[in-house]
């Protein structure tokens, strides 16, 4: 008997990421490749001078475990501008190495054996996997389409003694909607007198348009004082390799929270910290994005109009929802395997999204790319 064979998988049902699948099928037949979510144009100069200069300057061992005290405080003004909430930069404000590691950590701290975990689908993939190696239970609930809103009468049902934690998403990956105002005063209404903690994904916060306003949990005080808000720095200025992300909670949330990331990560990146806090000080870096990624976005659409794929409405992220119902009945990952192999362009569908592999004939496309990629991209899908 060999050593493998005695082991008992805490994740025996769960594939590799659909992410990885398709980058890796897109690299394998030289697709363009729109499936990722990762910006394939530069990043600020100005910011990689700050890391150089950092680095040159010494900064370059481990950083306070909590982050280096300059960038949590330029996050708490931030916040304080943007949502009228004020974060503690010592007690309140952690650094995390990446957004993913920061969702993983607040549930490892507050997720028990058998502890229910709400989480809405289509959702973001790490979601359930991270519920379940920390031994909670998943509870699915369904968004509405063609909004892809929640319904929250049915999330009220679901809800039990021992409903621990419920997960939110907005501007919401994989379908690029949002959540408005009378959502999150319902989520308030509906976890009010109880110990539920609520865990809200805000890594496109800055990524959100046609004039609406992102909704965080931070806005609304009595929902706030039971809320994690994630946010991404890698998702913001385009630079997802760099793994920088951070959180936001009460101290008493936030105490048990570091007692974990400790042990997961201990510190981040310390010049990159560093950098990151003498170029948040300049608000325009991150209020000028929503006009920025809406003229990619427009783009992409008037590009594509004379396609078959019929759209579906992007409030937020960068990607870009396509039915192609219209076009064929294949399933949705033979479709997009089909797309990146024959007509070289990769999406990711979103049946891998759903706990059942619910396909509703869609695709979704990451609009974050030069333009002359985004030209690329659309003469091969209108030819289809």
């Known amino acids: 008997m060999h050593f493998k064979d005695t082991i008992t998988s805490k994740l025996p049902n769960t594939p590799t990421s659909i992410f990885a699948t398709m980058s890796k099928m897109a690299n394998d037949h030289q697709a363009v490749n729109l499936s990722q979510g990762f910006p394939d144009f530069a990043i600020s ?14 900064y370059n061992q481990y950083a306070p475990m909590t982050g280096v005290p300059e960038l949590a405080k330029v996050i708490s003004n931030k916040v304080k501008n943007l949502y ?60 509405e389409m063609p909004a892809y809103r929640i319904n929250w009468e049915q999330t009220a049902r679901m809800i039990s003694s021992r409903t ?15 959540l408005h105002d009378d959502d999150l005063k319902q989520l308030e209404k509906l976890t ?46 385009h630079a997802t390799g760099w793994k920088i992300g951070y959180a936001l909670a009460p101290e008493n949330l936030m105490a048990e929270f570091r007692k974990v990331h400790q042990w997961v990560v201990f510190a981040v990146n310390t ?23 809406q003229q990619k976005r427009d783009l992409f659409l008037k590009l594509i109009k004379p396609s078959r794929f019929k759209v579906i409405p992007s409030s937020g992220t960068y990607f870009q929802c396509l039915d192609y119902s219209e076009i064929s009945q294949a399933s949705d990952l033979d479709f997009a395997e089909e ?12 049946s891998p999204f759903y706990k059942n592999g619910q396909d509703d004939k869609i695709l979704r496309f990451c609009f974050a790319k030069k333009e002359e990629t985004l030209e690329k991209a659309a003469g091969i899908l209108c030819k289809i």
């Open 45 to 58: 100069e100005e910011l990689i001078e700050r890391v150089g200069f950092y680095m040159k300057k010494g």
């Open 84 to 143: 009228g909430a004020f974060y503690d930069p010592a007690k309140e404000i952690n650094i995390t190495a990446g957004a993913t590691q920061a969702l993983f950590t607040a549930i490892a701290a507050f997720v028990r054996d058998e502890d229910e975990v709400i989480v809405f689908e289509p959702g973001y993939d790490a979601y359930a996997p991270e519920v379940r190696v920390n031994r909670g239970t998943v509870k699915y609930a369904r968004m």
């Open 164 to 178: 621990r934690m419920i997960i939110i998403n907005s501007p919401h990956n994989p379908t690029g909607s949002i």
């Open 192 to 237: 009010r007198n109880t110990d539920i903690v609520v865990l809200s994904d805000e890594v496109y916060e800055h990524l959100i348009y046609d004039g609406n306003q992102h909704q965080s949990v931070c806005r609304f005080p009595e929902l706030a004082r039971r809320s994690f808000a994630i946010g991404s720095f890698g998702k913001t200025f």
């Open 271 to 293: 010049p990159i910290q560093m950098a990151m806090a003498d170029y948040l000080n300049n608000p325009s870096t991150y209020l000028s994005l929503p006009k920025f990624y």
């Open 339 to 350: 797309l990146t192999v024959k007509y070289k362009i990769a999406s990711i569908p979103l």
